[in-house]
């Protein structure tokens, strides 16, 4: 897999970047956005895309 698909997500609430994804960025247009358990939180919070 090559890591131009890679993307980052940031949790929203403490704006870390705590996961890493893989996108195809041709047929996603849209930012990413997840419900992901946050370490740094200690719980599940929502998450977005950046790059
Ligand atoms: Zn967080």
Redesign the pocket.
Known sequence: MSQDNLAKLE??????I?HYTSRNKKKLKNRLELKKL????GKH?PHKETK
Do not use: G, S
């Open positions: 949790c929203t609430v403490c704006k870390r705590t946050c370490n740094a939180c919070t």
